[in-house]
């Protein structure tokens, strides 16, 4: 294969990895619209995958007299790679201990998609919007080359 061809596929990639970065962001946003309601704590814990801790936290909670279950914690639900010592991971489901009251969002047209954080951290979305300019850019610069 030439450099055209490395240089196309970098840039495909590099513009899908960019639609996930907007499909992620238009997931943030519409929570803001998304209703509040109390929730309860059932379980929190730390994943660990072995390449990466991930915070779990389920919780149960009740929208127009149906208890719905949920393990969902933001939007886009970020999984934390090593080096995130366990510490940091902990510390994230701290405020989620079982059994604790907690405020909980819902969509108001599915009730059962509802999440504790309204947003994501910005370091997943600055990630992603990173690793998609590097294959675009890449992309240009093999197409360039003689």
């Not at 061809?5 to 899908?16: L, M, P, Q």
């Not at 947003?119 to 360039?144: R, T, Y």
Request: some cysteine.
């Amino acid at each position: 294969m030439n450099n055209q061809t490395f240089g196309f596929i970098a840039i495909a990639v590099g513009i899908g990895v960019g639609i996930c970065f907007v499909r992620a962001l238009k997931r943030q946003f519409a929570t803001g619209k998304w209703i509040a309601a109390s929730g309860k704590v059932l379980e929190s814990k730390v994943l660990d995958h072995g390449s990466s801790l991930e915070p779990y936290v389920k919780y149960s909670y009740v929208v127009r007299g149906q208890t719905y279950i949920s393990d969902r914690m933001a939007p886009n639900q970020y999984v934390f790679s090593q080096p995130a010592s366990i510490s940091s991971v902990e510390k994230m489901i701290a405020p989620y201990r079982a059994g604790k009251p907690i405020k909980i969002y819902f969509n108001p047209q599915n009730p059962q998609d509802a999440v504790i954080k309204k947003s994501d951290s910005m370091f997943g979305n600055i990630i992603i919007l990173a690793v998609s300019l590097i294959f675009i850019i890449a992309g240009l610069g093999l197409m360039n080359k003689k």
